[in-house]
């Protein structure tokens, strides 16, 4: 009996010793209750890239990734810079935009600051200055949690 005692308990030290690797302090006497806390709670980098279409005429996307994330990036892609082209990105305090398009031969650039809702499975990114455009658009996002 005592050498099962001795396992679990060694055991036990081996799980918390390889949490507090992962950032999360965690006593080798800890209870398990406290040591699968504190295993749920260890942050892991999850990355997301794909495509997402915004509704027509829209000045808003949502990017749904299926993890709550800590920053993203979102380019649109099938317009030329002639058309107008929005890029955005939230770093996990504020949501940017950045809008250019060519008129006449001269290159205009605007942006500014653009609401952003999170969620645990995405990111609504609008509204942001509207463009010349009555068509759906591409974006390519990249999502990081």
Known sequence: MNELKTSVSEGKALVAAAVTDKGVTTAADATFALIA????SLET????????????????ITITCGF??????????????YEGVVC???????AYYQYG???????????GTVTATVTDTGIT?????????????EFLAICVG
């Open 125 to 137: 990114f609008g509204t942001w200055s509207k463009y010349n455009n009555e068509s759906s658009n």
């Open 101 to 111: 398009v060519e008129e006449s031969g001269d290159d205009t650039l605007s942006g």
């Open 45 to 60: 980098n999850k990355v997301w890239i794909g495509t997402v279409s915004s509704a027509y005429n829209s000045t808003s």
């Open 68 to 81: 709550k994330p800590k920053a993203c990036v979102a380019a649109m892609f099938n317009q030329s810079f």
């Open 37 to 40: 806390e504190n295993i749920e």
């Open 88 to 94: 955005l990105a939230w770093d996990g305090t504020t």
